[in-house]
């Protein structure tokens, strides 16, 4: 799938040093639910899923390629896909380096026309670390709502967290305003 700047495209073997370099950074995996990685032994089960698992009735995943030369910059998936419910949990990762570009907000509306067009599902959820504001912003730009609040849910490291949890409609990705962006407004 290609939008204005940035490609989402199966993961390749060669990505597999981006890949722990993402997972391994403390500050991107700051709200995540696991810790960041040490190892690179660590990437390779959920790196082989995610270069061997792509299955449209489980798991779709992408790695977002960067504009020019398509290096792995970050990744972006639909997993927990249930076709009999027409639901799917959506999440998103990116490189310190991009962050701040509008990458993640084209990818998301790349992978959410995917969901909603595609595979017909009615419903897509996010799960988000309260504290990661920048996360819970780019949910609510793609139209997502904020509609709980899960209290303690996650321990990391010793850590405590929350998560808020989001869902977006089919029917209310169709009539999408102005904020919801096709790929090539992103670029605004």
């Not at 490189?95 to 084209?106: K, N, Q």
């Amino acid at each position: 799938m290609t939008g204005a700047r940035i490609r989402l495209r199966p993961y390749r073997p060669d990505d597999l040093a981006a890949f722990f370099a993402l997972h391994s950074d403390p500050e991107a995996m700051r709200y995540w639910s696991h810790p960041p990685w040490t190892r690179i032994e660590q990437a390779h089960s959920k790196f082989d899923s995610s270069l061997n698992g792509n299955a449209p009735d489980s798991q779709l995943c992408w790695a977002i390629a960067a504009p020019g030369d398509g290096r792995m910059i970050g990744g972006v998936a639909l997993f927990r896909i249930s076709a009999e419910q027409g639901v799917a949990e959506f999440g998103y990762m990116l490189e310190r380096g991009s962050w701040g570009r509008g990458f993640a907000r084209e990818a998301g509306v790349l992978a959410l026309d995917h969901a909603f067009g595609d595979l017909g599902l009615r419903r897509i959820e996010a799960d988000i670390d309260p504290r990661n504001l920048a996360s819970c912003r780019l949910a609510e730009r793609l139209g997502f709502v904020r509609e709980g609040l899960l209290r303690e849910r996650w321990q990391v490291a010793g850590e405590i967290s929350d998560t808020a949890f989001y869902g977006l409609l089919a029917s209310d990705w169709a009539q999408r305003g102005a904020d919801t962006p096709t790929p090539e407004e992103t670029l605004l």
